[in-house]
């Protein structure tokens, strides 16, 4: 697509449930990144993908997180047993293996889905 | 913490005004970006300027860096109320094989008045 999707742009759910939230990256870009942005924060690091493979996991808060890719494109991040602490914007980025900018990493970044915890 | 540390946290400024942002950083970078997010979208990248640069212009954005003092600054000039969003400064480490190395800041949210 033109440009990096995630959905859903919102979910309320109940303490205790699953949710699943999905990131569809710019075609041809084999690194995506998950990011959580709680209220008013930075961006905290959750995962980084490269093609299918995670090389750095080191971000999940704990092992209620868990995220996989397929097919070198779309990515689902799932929260298990979720928490009120989970509460939070999840956003998605992704870029080509090329690195544009001579080797940078520079992002492309999804809307973000934003997940309520009740 | 591996990531940056933008300062002020929130500024307000009249329309035609200057705006600068301050970031600063712990560890040696391969570059610094400046990314834009408005309220409840994603980040916008708006600039990079390399270790081995000391200043980058793009259109009203005016970026520097001191790599001595590991510190970079956005100058907006002219500000205009669509300016209004929150900036952050990214950190892109050295090479590490495998991990990432793309760092965020807690961002400047910037209001500009008409």
């Known amino acids: 697509g033109a440009g990096v999707s995630q959905s859903p742009s919102n979910k309320v759910t109940e303490k205790g449930k699953d949710v699943e939230l999905r990131c569809d990256p710019i075609s041809g870009h084999t690194a995506l990144y998950w990011y959580r942005q709680s209220l008013g924060q930075g961006l905290e690091f959750l995962i980084y993908?490269?093609?299918?493979?995670?090389?750095?996991k080191s971000g999940l808060p704990s092992d209620r997180f868990s995220a996989e890719r397929t097919g070198g494109s779309v990515s689902t991040l799932t929260i298990q047993r979720t928490q009120q602490e989970d509460s939070a914007v999840y956003l998605c980025?992704?870029?080509?293996?090329?690195?544009?900018?001579?080797?940078?990493?520079?992002?492309?970044f999804g809307a973000g889905s934003r997940l309520t915890v009740l | 913490s591996q990531q940056g540390e933008e300062d002020p946290q929130a500024l307000s400024i009249q329309e035609g005004e200057n705006a600068t942002m301050n970031c600063s950083y712990k560890t040696s970078i391969n570059n610094l970006q400046w990314y834009r997010q408005n309220s409840g979208r994603g980040l916008v990248h708006l600039i990079l300027?390399?270790?081995?640069?000391r200043e980058k212009h793009s259109g009203r954005l005016r970026v520097t860096l001191d790599t001595s003092k590991k510190s970079s600054s956005l100058l907006i000039t002219a500000s205009r109320a669509a300016d209004t969003a929150s900036y952050f400064c990214?950190?892109?480490?050295?090479?590490?094989?495998?991990?990432?190395?793309?760092?965020f800041g807690t961002g400047t949210r910037l209001t500009v008045i008409p």
């Open positions: 993908f490269q093609g299918n493979s995670a090389p750095d």
């Open positions: 990214a950190t892109d480490l050295l090479y590490q094989t495998g991990a990432n190395n793309l760092f």
């Open positions: 300027i390399r270790s081995n640069e």
């Open positions: 980025a992704s870029r080509t293996r090329d690195r544009p900018f001579s080797g940078a990493n520079v992002l492309t």
